[in-house]
């Protein structure tokens, strides 16, 4: 059974900084391709990158890119995600999300979240003045 756990979600300022962690227990972490997620309140969840096993392939939504970067490190069974230039609209939880991976490319797919199998229970993040 794959166990997810985000951690590193806080209250900060918008421009500020931030790093997410997800820590995977009970799995072959480098078969996985790993995503992360958002859902602020009243809205849907949204996929906003994944990082396949080896780490890469690596895609981001337009509402992240060029401010967030994923990596993982498969010793460490972590995949982080850092965030840029926060802004008061990426304030949400933070959920990651496993599936085996195929080793395709995979496009937006992977941004679908009925794509995955494995969720954590998320982070919050807060950006405000």
């Known amino acids: 059974q794959v166990q997810l756990v985000e951690s590193g979600g806080d209250l900060v300022q918008p421009g500020s900084s931030l790093r997410l962690s997800c820590t995977a227990t009970g799995v072959s972490f480098s078969d996985y391709r790993i995503g992360w997620f958002r859902q602020a309140p009243g809205k849907e969840r949204e996929g906003i990158s994944y990082?396949?096993?080896?780490?890469?392939?690596?895609y981001y939504a337009d509402s992240v890119k060029g401010r967030f970067t994923i990596s993982r490190d498969n010793a460490k069974l972590t995949v982080y995600l850092q965030m840029n230039s926060l802004k008061s609209e990426d304030t949400a939880v933070y959920y990651c999300?496993?599936?085996?991976?195929?080793?395709?490319?995979?496009?937006?797919?992977?941004?679908?979240?009925?794509?995955?199998?494995?969720w954590g229970q998320g982070t919050q993040v807060t950006v405000s003045s």
């Open positions: 999300a496993a599936v085996p991976d195929d080793g395709k490319y995979g496009g937006s797919l992977y941004l679908r979240s009925g794509t995955y199998d494995h």
């Open positions: 990082i396949s096993r080896d780490g890469g392939i690596q």
